[in-house]
């Protein structure tokens, strides 16, 4: 539509049904044929359908709040696996974004920081929690009263550190 000075025009594009939602989604919303919101929206909701809470755009991750335990995220040996592995190599999970981060600060030298944001009651603490849990992990060693870092660690009140961060 010209609407007379030339610079206003409409662009509607014929995108065929299904194009851009495969019926499980996608792992990483870039991988999207249109990142428009409704497209957003619908991939995270199919993933969340099956039980897929987390969900990359590049290297950010989206996390949708289960209000549910989900089993196959409570594996103990998930941290081993995210530790062998590259970014984006296994679903989308808190303990990739960490592993992204330590690498880079151990490799390169380079300090990093993670952002946790999302609405009060989003699993900011639960998100906060596993990404410590994992960097205790990867930097731990048992001190000599026999506790580890890990434990010492996650004995800290996340969810003041948070409110103090992100308000
Ligand atoms: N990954 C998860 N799996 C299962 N339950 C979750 C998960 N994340 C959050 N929850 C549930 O949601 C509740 C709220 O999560 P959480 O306290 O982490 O939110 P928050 O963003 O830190 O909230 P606030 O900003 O109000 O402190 C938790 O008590 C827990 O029951």
Redesign the pocket.
């Known amino acids: 539509m010209d609407c007379g000075n030339g610079g206003c025009y409409q662009v509607i594009k014929c995108i065929p049904k299904d194009a851009e939602a495969p019926p499980f989604g996608v792992d990483d919303m870039t991988k999207l044929a249109y990142l428009h919101e409704p497209g957003v929206l619908n991939n995270m909701r199919s993933r969340y359908d099956i039980n897929e809470?987390y969900t990359y755009t590049g290297s950010i991750l989206i996390a949708v709040?289960?209000?549910?335990?989900?089993a196959h995220l409570c594996n103990s040996h998930m941290m081993a696996q995210y530790k062998e592995a590259a970014f984006g190599e296994l679903s989308p999970y808190p303990f990739a974004v960490a592993d992204a981060v330590y690498r880079v600060m151990i490799n390169e030298d380079i300090s990093q920081s993670i952002l946790v944001s999302?609405e009060?009651?989003?699993?900011?603490?639960?998100s906060t929690n596993q990404l410590m849990r994992y960097l205790a992990y990867m930097g731990g060693r048992a001190s000599t009263d026999g506790s580890s870092v890990e434990h010492k660690v996650l004995e800290v009140n996340y969810?003041k550190l948070?409110q103090l961060l992100v308000g």
Not at 65 to 70: A, K, S
């Open positions: 809470i709040n289960p209000f549910t335990r989900l999302g009060s009651g989003a699993g900011k603490t639960g969810k948070i």
